[in-house]
């Protein structure tokens, strides 16, 4: 909990906002969606899409129901992992409690590129 708060303290210091939390039902996740959306003052919701065994077809799902630009996704490894080698075409380990950008290109498949993914560590550091 003093991990998530202080990365928290540390998006907000930089000015990281997204339009949306959306955060697995499953009680850590939801608990970690909740301490983000204080310290940046920005909604969440949950979505049992993001529950564990969240795919392609779930995230294609939740970027037709919301139409935001920047989406902020609590969920669980190794899905968050898989998903992201999956858009970019690169190996990628999420770390518990850290995070990844990966900007979507336009079309119709889904497609991106990491643009940074940051360790726990790494975040509380800065």
Do not use: C
């Amino acid at each position: 909990r003093k991990r998530v708060t202080a990365i928290a303290k540390t998006l907000r210091e930089l000015e990281f906002h997204p339009n949306v939390i959306l955060t697995s039902p499953l009680p850590r996740a939801y608990e970690t969606a909740a301490i983000v959306s204080a310290e940046l003052g920005i909604e969440f919701a949950m979505t049992p899409l993001l529950a564990p065994g969240f795919d392609l077809n779930g995230l294609r799902q939740l970027l037709n129901e919301h139409n935001a630009r920047d989406i902020l996704f609590v969920g669980h490894e190794p899905d968050f992992s898989l998903i992201i080698e999956t858009l970019t075409g690169g190996k990628v380990r999420m770390a518990k409690a850290g995070l990844a950008r990966v900007d979507l290109e336009d079309g119709a498949t889904l497609t991106g590129q990491l643009v940074w993914l940051a360790p726990p560590k790494i975040l509380q550091a800065l």
